[in-house]
Antibody
Framework: QVQLQESGPGLVKPSQTLSLTCTVS??????????WSWIRQPAGKGLEWIGR???????NYNPSLKSRVTISVDTSKNQFSLKLSSVTAADTAVYYC?????????????WGQGTLVTVSS | QSALTQPASVSGSPGQSITISCTGTSSDVGGYNYVSWYQQHPGKAPKLMIY???NRPSGVSNRFSGSKSGNTASLTISGLQAEDEADYYCSSYTSSSSIQFGGGTKLTVL
């Protein structure tokens, strides 16, 4: 059973870079054909897809966030990571990592529990 | 890119059927059959309920069904149960090679 777990600072100062890591267990991040994504949800609001990285290392990003986002993978640690630069209070949200692939490359079948990141000085 | 349009809330009584709509454009919902639906209970991660417009992952009740016509996708839940009370989100692949979610619909079981 694949499991995903987000980790990283819960508090980030405005203008700094938000960094989160998703650790994958129960399977290799580099095997199979999967997309590994980051998705966020501000309190009381809807889901927003941030971006994804394919098993091969290729990436796609939300056009509205593309200039500030970098997603990378570390196969040796079975992890993938998110960096979001120049954060503001609007970036405060629960951040989820998720996997797509079992039912197709556009559908998220495994999710982490989510981690709250607050942007505040 | 704008969020797909969903009604803010819907409600129904146990045993009834409800339908949640998800309206996009020809650049997302209308252009691809890559529409999915997620159920989210408070404080929990979303759960995939429908993929590729109308397919159910294994383990999802057949009370959940999906369809699409033009730029609008729909999720229908039949035989409403108390446990169905949750937020529901649609999602679509887009012409920008990205994934777009709907704004979410709160389902209340009366």
């Amino acid at each position: 059973q694949v499991q995903l777990q987000e980790s990283g600072p819960g508090l980030v100062k405005p203008s700094q870079t938000l960094s989160l890591t998703c650790t994958v267990s129960g399977g290799s991040i580099s095997s199979g054909s999967y997309y590994w994504s980051w998705i966020r949800q501000p309190a009381g609001k809807g889901l927003e897809w941030i971006g994804r990285i394919y098993t091969s290392g290729s990436t796609n990003y939300n056009p509205s966030l593309k200039s500030r986002v970098t997603i990378s993978v570390d196969t040796s640690k079975n992890q993938f990571s998110l960096k979001l630069s120049s954060v503001t209070a609007a970036d405060t949200a629960v951040y989820y990592c998720a996997r797509a692939g079992t039912w197709g490359l556009y559908y998220f079948d495994y999710w982490g529990q989510g981690t709250l990141v607050t942007v505040s000085s | 890119q704008s969020a797909l349009t969903q009604p803010a809330s819907v409600s129904g009584s146990p045993g009834q059927s409800i339908t949640i709509s998800c309206t996009g454009t020809s650049s997302d919902v209308g252009g691809y059959n890559y529409v999915s639906w997620y159920q989210q209970h408070p404080g929990k991660a979303p759960k995939l309920m429908i993929y590729e417009v109308s397919n159910r992952p294994s383990g999802v009740s057949n009370r959940f069904s999906g369809s699409k016509s033009g730029n609008t996708a729909s999720l229908t839940i039949s035989g409403l149960q108390a446990e169905d009370e949750a937020d529901y989100y649609c999602s679509s692949y887009t012409s920008s090679s990205s994934i777009q979610f709907g704004g979410g619909t709160k389902l209340t079981v009366l």
